[in-house]
């Protein structure tokens, strides 16, 4: 069994890939908590932290339009070395500013918004990516879920390890813990042997490119409906990240220790989730799962803003890590079973913009709402809003399938069917259909 679900590590480079990122993201989820408790320990700020999480997304908005034509474009195992190397620098800098004594809440901020240029310009080649490094594409379904594993198995053990960390030992050590992490990353992809891909002389203009790639997705209505329902979500649901030194120190009334273990517990059942989603076989049923999933994600939201106790909190946001992983696992794989291959870069910043790019405006108006009306109430409003807009999106789970089915038996997604059925070959992405 445990085979079957690891099936993509069979592949050198992927393995490469899996254990070398793992590294790398533990230590990035330690920084991550680090950071937030920090500037919540500096300014005793809901507002500010909702700054500090806006900056480092608004990037998103920024440079993934670009960052998704050249994906397409740019040889993707050099530029993510790059990206890594660049990241590991960033970690150094805010670990000598702590240590010096001159860091300050704006520093941390000009260096959160760096960090997350550098991670939007990598993300949508990072997704694209796993695409290069499985070489049998019936395994592509099981790469992007253990890509998911692999990154929620480093929210459990980050944040729990930052936790003790930071109460051992202070902040600055996680910072440094990070920057040494990204060497893993930078051996494993120089390590990797990959075929070199035929690179065309033109392309159009970057603007040009970007806008082709709009044009193809929102023309099928699958890719629009899954990309705008994710939209809702990391506007109104996933912003609830911001929220949580607030529900650990002052609702739980615990420390930083207490943020870790709530943390880990979101990375948890996101794990659980994203093993599941490895352990399917192929793409069938995946559009069922999406609505299924957010519910469970918005309702386990609800009842955590209403405990008071920490172990139903953790239990709750246990709950909420299973849904979320599984409603963008799910939505992922959809969309890179069904892109073309020439612009899965650019579907994919779609997709990082959808479930990413909306997060900085959330963080920021979770924020100020709960500055006003507290961290309880706001996240009970927001997803109220997710649970309508789930229920919407589930009217029209007959419509998706039917279009997307005939794409899955063209791309031999569903083995079994296209062997019956060579005659349909030359189906392709359907255009809008009214």
């Known amino acids: ?12 480079n992927y393995r490469l890939f899996f254990f070398g990122q793992g590294i790398s993201l533990i230590g990035t989820w330690m920084q991550q ?19 500090v999480a806006f900056v480092s997304m608004l990037p998103t908005l920024i440079f993934v339009p670009l960052a998704g034509v050249l994906a397409d474009r740019w040889d993707r195992q050099r530029f993510l070395i790059h990206t890594q190397v660049a ?20 520093q941390i901020i000009l260096l959160s918004f760096i960090l997350g240029s550098i991670s939007a310009l990598e993300m949508p080649t990072r997704q694209a990516f796993v695409f290069d490094i499985v070489d049998k594409k019936e395994d592509l379904v099981n790469g992007i879920a253990l890509n998911s594993v692999l990154f929620n198995g480093a929210r459990l053990i980050g944040p729990s390890i930052a936790g003790v960390v930071v109460a051992l030992f202070g902040v600055g050590i996680c910072f440094i813990l990070n920057g040494i992490s ?16 035929p690179i065309k002389q033109k392309y159009p203009a970057l603007i040009h490119g970007f806008k082709e790639g709009i044009k193809y997705a929102y023309a099928f209505k699958p890719m629009r409906y899954i990309l705008l329902f994710m939209s809702l979500i990391s506007f109104l649901g996933m912003p609830y990240m911001v929220l949580m030194p607030i529900f650990a120190k002052d609702i739980l009334h615990g420390g930083a220790e207490t943020l870790g273990f709530l943390l880990a517990a979101t990375g948890l059942g996101a794990l659980v989730g994203a093993l599941y989603m490895a ?34 909190s953790c239990f709750s946001l246990f709950l909420s890590g299973i849904g979320m992983m599984v409603l963008m696992s799910s939505g992922n794989t959809i969309l890179q079973s069904i892109v073309e291959d020439d612009k899965r ?10 479930f990413l790019g909306m997060v900085p405006f959330g963080s920021l108006l979770v924020g100020t709402i709960a500055h006003w009306y507290g961290a309880a109430n706001t996240l009970i409003i927001c997803n109220l809003f997710c649970v309508f807009g789930t229920i919407i999106f589930a009217t029209q789970l007959s419509k998706i399938n039917k279009l997307i089915h005939p794409v899955y038996i063209k791309m031999g997604i569903i083995p079994e069917v296209a062997s019956s059925l060579q005659s349909v070959s030359s189906i392709s992405v359907p255009p809008e259909e009214g």
Request: hydrophobic share 60%; aromatic share 16%; no cysteine.
């Open 1 to 12: 069994m445990l085979k079957f679900i690891f099936r993509a590590l069979k592949y050198r």
């Open 33 to 51: 908590v680090a950071v937030s408790w920090l500037v919540y320990r500096m300014t005793n700020s809901a507002f500010l932290l909702g700054v």
């Open 87 to 106: 990241e590991m620098l960033q970690a150094f800098i805010l670990a000598f500013l702590f240590i010096s004594g001159s860091l300050t809440v704006w």
């Open 182 to 197: 990204y060497l893993a990353a930078i051996w494993a992809l120089l390590a990797m042997s990959l075929k070199t891909k």
């Open 279 to 312: 352990s399917r076989r192929n793409v069938k049923g995946l559009v069922e799962n999406i609505p299924m999933a957010a519910i469970i994600f918005g309702l386990s939201l609800i009842l955590f803003s209403l405990s008071r106790n920490f172990w139903l």
């Open 345 to 354: 870069g650019r579907v994919m910043s779609l997709f990082t913009l959808a």
